[in-house]
């Protein structure tokens, strides 16, 4: 069971996990917290629907360039729509957070499942597959990953099994050179980079 945060840790909220609200949304439960935010299950009231939230910290709403590389790196997120990504609804900022609106998938991460034990062998081609299928469209839109890892592959608690590719808020366009996501840590994390984009240099004949 996730810790609760408090109103100190930066929700500008007074019943934080008990129907408190920031804008539209309704937070219900902290499903975890990093050193950039908080992803919350929470309900969208205007739509009507349950969502995962995701608030950043309050300070990096107030720089400038960091905002405009999140606006940039979300836009670049939900332009994906393969069935396997998942998809993103609505970005932008709320009471002085920026925030990141996402579908909400009610099963666990692919590294929580490998951690219970081996899967079995049409699991896992079938869970490649599908996050292959998520990969493939993603560089066909001229997007690459650069953390593709069990934790970022959220699996939906149905049968047959069913991958959703996550955490696309460190993709870079990939005829893109000016480094605007180089410090991408605005959706996921950069933990390492992608083998299609960095290439090592041929060694000296």
């Known amino acids: 069971m996730p810790t609760r945060p408090t109103p100190g840790d930066g929700v500008t909220v007074t019943e934080v996990g008990t129907g408190a609200g920031i804008g539209r949304y309704r937070l219900e439960e902290l499903l975890g917290r990093g050193g ?9 009231t205007g739509r009507e629907r349950w969502v995962a939230l995701k608030l950043l910290l309050e300070p990096l709403a107030k720089d400038a360039e960091f905002v405009a590389r999140f606006r940039r790196e979300a836009r670049l997120a939900a332009r994906l729509s393969d069935p396997h990504i998942l998809p993103i609804h609505d970005f932008g ?83 893109r050179s000016d480094g605007l ?25």
């Not at 950039?36 to 969208?44: I, P, S, T």
């Open 36 to 44: 950039m935010g908080e992803v919350w299950r929470a309900f969208d």
């Open 93 to 175: 900022e709320l009471e002085g957070r920026l925030y990141i609106d996402m579908r909400m998938v009610d099963g666990p991460d692919l590294a929580k499942v490998v951690a219970r034990g081996p899967v079995p062998p049409d699991r896992t081609a079938a869970i490649v597959s599908q996050v292959a299928s998520a990969l493939d469209a993603a560089h066909t839109g001229g997007l690459v990953h650069r953390d593709v890892k069990p934790a970022n592959v959220l699996l939906a608690a149905r049968d047959p099994v069913f991958a959703y590719l996550t955490d696309f808020g460190v993709a870079a366009e990939q005829n």
């Open 181 to 205: 996501t180089e410090a991408g840590t605005v959706i996921g994390r950069h933990t390492r980079r992608d083998t299609g984009r960095y290439r090592p240099e041929r060694p000296p004949s």
